[in-house]
């Protein structure tokens, strides 16, 4: 894969992400907004209660995309993906407020959510499949872990985005046209594929088992395929499950359930484990690039295992560790960066993008996205500060337990050998 290409792709899922993230961000504006007026708290529960809704989306467009990517290449369900997010993000900028049309702009936003979340995720699951098939075999967790931060820069500039736009002069209609951003953003990279001609180099229909799957229903892949798909869901859900509790839960649970820190120094020691966490993405992947995957990933298992007793330790005293939440954020990447290429080489190629997209949105919405939930519950009806950190080991030990099952795969048949 030459530069220009891993640019673009790169800069797909920037777009992508900041598109998904941006919603989360303004979710109080847009509450406000296009919701009665209410209180503030019944306001946001609406507005959250509406994006869990639009999570039913996400395996929808992982069947329609992943069997477009299988059958006609990855490279052209990437304009439709980023047409799709970047026209709902016009509309949500120019949807009038609930006094205005009342209910029928929840209904817009609503549609709008699952137009963009069925994008978003099959969307970027592809290019992380494109990536993967079209880099040296070399260099397959570094193209997957600079990905993975062009993921997280979209989150990051949404979030600047969201609170630029909410704050000065008419800060109440400002915030929307960080949609518009996104939008003209979206169209700005499909002007660039165009002109670049960006596409797949190599054809799926040439893969050697390409008429075999090609006729095949969703229904009859995972039939014949139960177990693997399984495997991936399990995997997946438990990887994002580690970044949900580490970057998202735990620092609310510390300033605001446990009251052991304050929001401000909370907030200050997730941004930077973040930073880490993109830093050792790299450096994660040139070592798994180097030395095997597996190992490495074994290895951080047991590293991470051990910052968590600390952590559990820390927590029994209703006090908060910096310096293992940031040696975690530093240890997880040699956990997710070679873990997606094994994920990836376990699933044969003419399948490939549909059994992947759709586990990751199955398993984004069984096991990933309840992680802050039971997490909470946990403490809740037990009051052990710690408890919730054995959750934490627990997605550990699963995200073990399938990439050993995936690994097995890889090394004892020859049918998840082939690669482009």
């Not at 209410?38 to 069997?67: E, W």
């Not at 490279?75 to 799709?84: A, D």
Request: some cysteine; proline content about 2%; charged content about 10%.
């Amino acid at each position: 894969m030459n530069k220009k290409t891993f640019a673009i792709s790169a800069l797909i899922v920037f777009v992508q992400y900041y598109d998904y993230h941006l919603f989360g961000f303004l979710a109080a504006n847009i509450a406000s907004h296009f919701f009665p007026k209410d209180d503030i708290v019944i306001q946001l529960l609406n507005i959250y209660f509406l994006m869990s809704v639009a999570m039913i989306a996400k395996p929808l467009g992982a069947i329609i995309f992943g069997r477009l990517g299988d059958l006609n290449g990855r490279s052209n369900s990437f304009i439709i993906s980023l047409s799709g997010t970047s026209i709902a993000s016009f509309i949500l900028f120019i949807t009038p407020s609930n006094e205005l049309i009342g209910l029928f702009s929840v209904l817009i936003v609503l549609l709008c959510r699952m137009v963009i979340s069925a994008l978003v995720s099959s969307g970027s699951d592809g290019v992380r499949i494109f990536v993967f098939e079209h880099i040296k075999s070399s260099r397959q967790c570094l193209g997957i872990s600079i990905t993975t931060i062009f993921t997280l820069l979209g989150s990051l500039v949404a979030s600047l985005s969201a609170t630029a736009f909410s704050s000065g002069y008419l800060q109440n209609y400002n915030w929307k046209f960080s949609f518009l951003l996104g939008s003209v953003l979206g169209f700005i990279v499909i002007i660039i594929m165009k002109i670049t001609g960006f596409k797949d180099k190599m054809k799926i229909s040439n893969q050697p088992k390409f008429e075999k799957f090609k006729d095949l229903s969703i229904y009859e892949i995972l039939k014949t395929n139960k177990s693997l798909f399984a495997l991936c869901i399990l995997l997946i859900g438990a990887i994002g499950s580690t970044n949900q509790f580490i970057l998202i839960f735990f620092g609310t649970y510390n300033f605001q359930v446990l009251e052991t820190v304050e929001k401000a120094q909370m907030q200050k020691y997730i941004s930077i484990s973040i930073v880490i966490y993109m830093i050792f993405s790299i450096v994660a992947a040139i070592v798994a690039d180097k030395f095997v995957k597996y190992k490495t990933t074994l290895i951080a298992s047991f590293i991470l295992i051990i910052f968590s007793f600390f952590q559990c330790y820390y927590l029994s005293k209703l006090e908060v560790s910096p310096v293992f939440l940031f040696l975690t954020s530093a240890t997880l990447p040699f956990i997710t960066m070679p873990g997606a290429v094994i994920l990836k080489q376990s699933i044969p190629i003419s399948i490939r993008y549909r059994l992947f997209s759709l586990s990751h949105a199955i398993g984004s919405i069984i096991i990933s996205a309840p992680t802050a939930f039971i997490s909470t519950f946990i403490y809740h009806q037990t009051n052990i500060s710690w408890l919730p950190v054995c959750y934490f080991i627990v997605t550990i030990l699963v995200i073990s337990f399938a990439l050993y099952k995936l690994n097995q795969r890889i090394s004892f048949s020859d049918e998840y050998k082939d690669t482009i």
